[in-house]
């Protein structure tokens, strides 16, 4: 059996309810020797750049950082907790009794933070 034409539809979820989709044919020469897989996966690769991520992936994404921020934090406030326990004992044994508490969580705390909105070239 020789293939002449390839076809390939590929669905995008935009946002929950929406989606559009992109549509790829492929004529095959007689004298082309062709994997039907490797076209596929060539065809599949050029939609992901011209539709960018979906939905799914941008939530999964918010997902792993969210994560990502509360590690950070957590890993934050145990290095604060050391750090101001040690200026604490140097301040109390009299080796330093300028031993500042830390120093940047108070540049964190008084920080704006909100809800960002973001376009796909940021989050790509």
């Given at each position: 059996m020789r293939i002449k034409q390839v076809e390939a539809r590929f669905e995008h979820r935009i946002y929950n309810t929406s989606s559009e989709e992109i549509k790829f044919t492929v004529e095959v020469t007689d004298d082309e020797d062709i994997?039907?897989?490797?076209?596929?996966?060539?065809?599949?690769?050029?939609?992901?750049?011209?539709?960018?991520?979906?939905?799914?992936?941008?939530?999964?994404?918010?997902?792993?950082?969210?994560?990502?921020?509360?590690?950070?934090?957590?890993?934050?406030?145990?290095?604060?907790?050391?750090?101001?326990?040690?200026?604490e004992f140097l301040r109390k044994?009299?080796?330093?009794?300028?031993?500042p508490s830390f120093p940047l969580r108070p540049l964190l705390a008084s920080?704006?933070?909100?809800?960002a909105e973001f376009d796909d070239d940021d989050v790509m």
């Open positions: 994997d039907i897989e490797k076209v596929f996966d060539v065809l599949r690769l050029k939609s992901q750049k011209c539709l960018g991520k979906n939905y799914d992936d941008h939530v999964e994404q918010r997902y792993r950082l969210r994560q990502d921020v509360r590690a950070l934090e957590a890993k934050l406030a145990e290095a604060q907790t050391a750090w101001n326990e040690t200026a044994q009299g080796l330093n009794p300028d031993a920080a704006d933070v909100a809800e």
